[in-house]
């Protein structure tokens, strides 16, 4: 099976759509504080807001439920391209400062190794 099948039946499969996780002040903080620490996992590039990059960051969040994003392309762009990006994931954007932004979304039951 390429890869192209694989993605195509992926997409064909019914998703429970999450709804992006209300944080209190304390946990965005505590979120805030790990974020400090991370190297940034994805980068925003040249494609733009792909399904590849959107896939890849979904991955990202499953594994480690708080990612750290880059824009590396699209800079004049990050106000508006963050928040639609958190609603394609269904995460929360914890923070965005310069061009980095940090996503967070609970990890699923049983699902990604701790960090």
Known sequence: ?????YLSSLRAQPTLKRMPTTLTNA??????????????????????????????LNEA????????????????????LAPQIAERTDSTLVMQVGNVAVFYRPKPEGGGNDE
């Not at 099976?1 to 099948?5: P, Y």
């Not at 594994?63 to 762009?77: N, P, Q, R, S, T």
Request: glycine letters at 8%; charged letters at 35%.
């Open 61 to 80: 969040l499953t594994l480690h439920g708080l990612v750290k994003m880059k824009f590396a392309d699209f800079k004049e762009e990050k106000k508006t």
């Open 1 to 5: 099976m390429c890869v192209k099948d």
């Open 27 to 56: 946990e965005k903080r505590d979120l805030k504080a790990r974020a400090q620490r991370l190297e940034p996992v994805v980068k925003l590039g040249h494609g733009g807001m792909s399904d590849a990059f959107i896939h890849s």
